[in-house]
């Protein structure tokens, strides 16, 4: 958590979270008189923590001053876990691509297989970003089972039934020989898609679903993640919506994620199949029944298809709509793989059920859009809350020092 002690502090904190901010706006959002900003800028100029440019602008005369964050105080190494191997990114402090690797294998084959796959994926990216390991100076992981993110521990996951209670942020932590930081795979794709989207910077109270195999979401609260008091914040996929529906990987019944996570769509299509419905996904072969040929179904007029994204669409508007209700956000955005794919499919039936369920004055206020498609999100959000952490570390140094 970060602790604020000073002025100078307040501010740097203020650059950090966004990609550049104008040194002439810092006394307004403050309060603060032109003197004061120029001495804390200076402060913060001369220990290396931001670095002034001149701002973009097509008109002309005198510049404004803009404000970023030093991108060479750290370079650091994000790595996205998933049921299907692990993808490694290299940043520098703001965030920046500098490399990538991706390495597949099966998470169902084991936790040293995982530990592996990520070591090889972060190796790759290095040598793409031509960059030695010596040179990281902290590890960001995401994961998207059940985190006990305090003391680093994966409790569960329902993708690979073999990962129970595993110490896996002190497992990455001895294998990479460098700090590791965890984080929810949700909350890590809502830190990068807010970071490299201008257009969200606005949104001081912005809502991120990740609709993929399950559903997540992370929130941002006067710009800042929120994570709860045990920083299991925005599980919004095992929210019940249906106390009698279907069973959850959760152990639940009728959570959101029981009708619109990928892995349930396709369940619904394979039980619709198996109970003798008319459907061409029928002579799909099985290793190829994805959300994909569920999509190109629907598309095509198929009944079984087009029921399953239905269905999928009614309980994320459900889940969006009493989010917006509970939360109050001005920006609702749709990422991950079912956003990408069906996108028309279910961004109409969210925005209707936000009409529909939400008192008027939260659902007027709320803009609700999909995700521009982008890659290495998620791997790209933990390095950007491994650089949160290394920043905090370096700030709590240079002010020390005096
Ligand atoms: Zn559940």
């Not at 985190?147 to 896996?168: E, H, M, Q, T």
């Not at 994570?227 to 639940?252: F, K, M, W, Y």
């Not at 955005?333 to 079912?338: F, H, P, R």
Request: aromatic letters at 4%; one cysteine or more; glycine letters at 8%.
């Amino acid at each position: 958590m970060r602790k604020v002690h000073r002025l100078e502090e307040i501010v740097f904190w203020h650059v950090f979270d966004r990609p550049s901010c104008l040194r002439n706006d810092l006394g307004q959002h403050f309060g603060i008189s032109p003197a004061t900003v120029s001495r804390v800028v200076s402060v913060l100029v001369e220990k290396g923590l931001v670095i002034e440019t001149s701002a973009e602008v097509s008109s002309p005369g005198r510049k404004p001053q803009s404000l970023k964050v030093n991108p060479r105080l750290a370079t650091l190494l994000g790595i996205d876990i998933h049921e299907e191997g692990a993808l490694a990114v290299v940043t520098d402090l703001a965030g920046t691509l500098l490399g990538r690797g991706t390495v597949r294998c099966d998470a169902e084959r084991g936790v040293d297989e995982i530990v592996s796959a990520s070591l090889k994926a972060a190796d790759a990216a290095l040598e793409d970003a031509e960059i030695p390991r010596s040179q990281i100076r902290r590890l960001g992981v995401s994961h998207c089972g059940d985190l006990d993110i305090k003391n680093g521990i994966c409790v569960s996951w329902a993708n690979a039934p073999g990962w129970k209670f595993v110490p896996i942020r002190d497992m990455l932590a001895s294998a990479f020989g460098m700090t590791v930081t965890i984080e929810d795979r949700a909350r890590a794709l809502a830190t990068a898609e807010r970071r490299i989207s201008p257009e969200d910077w606005g949104h001081t109270e912005s809502v991120y679903f990740t609709c993929g195999s399950g559903i997540g979401m992370g929130f941002f609260a006067e710009g800042r993640l929120y994570r709860g008091a045990s920083q299991g914040g925005g599980e919004i996929g095992h929210t019940v919506i249906d106390a009698s529906g279907p069973l959850c990987r959760c152990g639940n019944r009728g959570c959101v994620e029981a009708f619109a996570g990928i892995v349930a769509i396709l369940d619904y299509v394979r039980k619709s199949l198996a109970a003798g419905a008319v459907s061409t996904l029928r002579d799909v072969p099985a290793t190829d029944l994805n959300l994909r040929a569920v999509v190109n179904a629907t598309r095509q007029g198929d009944a079984v298809a087009s029921a399953a994204l239905t269905r999928a669409a009614r309980a994320l508007g459900i889940a969006v709509a009493n989010t917006v209700q509970l939360l109050n956000p001005s920006l609702v955005v749709l990422c991950g793989q079912l956003a990408l794919l069906a996108g028309p499919e279910i961004l109409e039936p969210v925005r209707l059920a936000v009409r529909s369920h939400c008192v008027e004055t939260a659902a007027r206020r709320v803009e609700i859009r999909l995700a521009r498609p982008k890659k290495d999100v998620s791997a790209i959000g933990c390095a950007l809350l491994a650089a949160e952490a290394e920043a905090e570390r370096i700030l709590r140094a240079k002010f020390t020092e005096e």
